[in-house]
């Protein structure tokens, strides 16, 4: 299994733009979830899904900020417009199932640079 | 969610053990412990997790108490490859008595730096 794909792995954009980063999860994983991590706050989960539908948002710092999941194998999160203050690695995991018993993989990230 | 308190950081010397301790003293009953790592420039890797009774895989044993209020995650043949920064998390259920699924609450770790 190639685990969970994040793409681009670099994004450096200006101020104002829309940034639209990439993933995909581990197939046959039901679960999927979006963090964020600046030196700052450290790892902050901002959203998840569960079967493609968003559960819980209450993470996600701004209405500038949107997820969606079309389908099983494809997840994006947006900003937009994009500010200096996004700067952070951004993580996508899944996982198999919900529940307290079972493990989140995560991708490498995207690390992104709002000049 | 239970908090966690762990050293922020630690060495050990390659080809020792590496015993990594975890405070969780206000944990719950059904409340899991995970633990998580992170070298440098790279996502999260699951280690290992476990309610009540001590675990082991091919990375690393983790040990519970017998009161659950503390744990120990235990490398026992300490690599460079083992330097990053390794995450105790308690997991709890959502907020509002959901058990669908358990947040991953990451703290700030401990980072485990180990040298020749």
């Known amino acids: 299994d190639a685990g969970v794909i994040q793409s681009p792995r670099h994004e450096v954009t200006e101020m104002g733009q829309e940034v639209t980063l990439r993933c995909k999860p581990i197939?046959?994983?039901?679960?999927l979830f979006w963090y964020r991590q600046t030196m700052m706050r450290g790892l902050e989960l901002l959203i998840y899904?569960?079967?493609?539908?968003?559960?819980?948002d209450s993470g996600m710092p701004e209405d500038r900020f949107s997820a969606k999941m079309p389908n099983a194998s494809f997840s994006t999160l947006k900003i937009q417009p994009s500010e200096p203050r996004d700067s952070a690695v951004y993580f996508c995991?899944?996982?198999?199932?919900?529940?307290?018993?079972?493990?989140?993989?995560f991708g490498q990230g995207t690390r992104l640079t709002v000049v | 969610d239970a908090k966690t308190t762990q050293p922020t950081s630690m060495d050990c010397a390659e080809g020792r053990a590496a015993n990594l301790p975890c405070n969780h003293s206000?944990?719950?009953?059904?409340?899991?412990v995970y633990w998580y790592r992170q070298i440098h420039s790279q996502g999260p890797q699951y280690i290992i997790h476990?309610?009540?009774n001590n675990e082991t895989n091919e990375m690393a044993s983790l040990i519970i108490t017998e009161d659950r209020k503390s744990s120990t995650l235990i490398l026992p043949h300490a690599t460079l490859r083992d330097t990053a920064v390794y995450y105790c998390?308690?997991?709890?259920?959502?907020?509002?008595?959901?058990?669908?699924?358990?947040?991953?609450?990451f703290g700030q770790g401990t980072i485990l730096t180990v040298h020749p």
């Open positions: 998390i308690v997991r709890s259920p959502l907020e509002g008595g959901g058990t669908s699924y358990g947040k991953l609450t």
């Open positions: 995991a899944s996982s198999r199932r919900g529940g307290l018993n079972t493990e989140a993989f």
């Open positions: 476990g309610l009540k």
């Open positions: 197939s046959g994983h039901d679960y």
């Open positions: 206000t944990i719950s009953g059904n409340e899991y």
């Open positions: 899904f569960n079967n493609n539908v968003p559960i819980d």
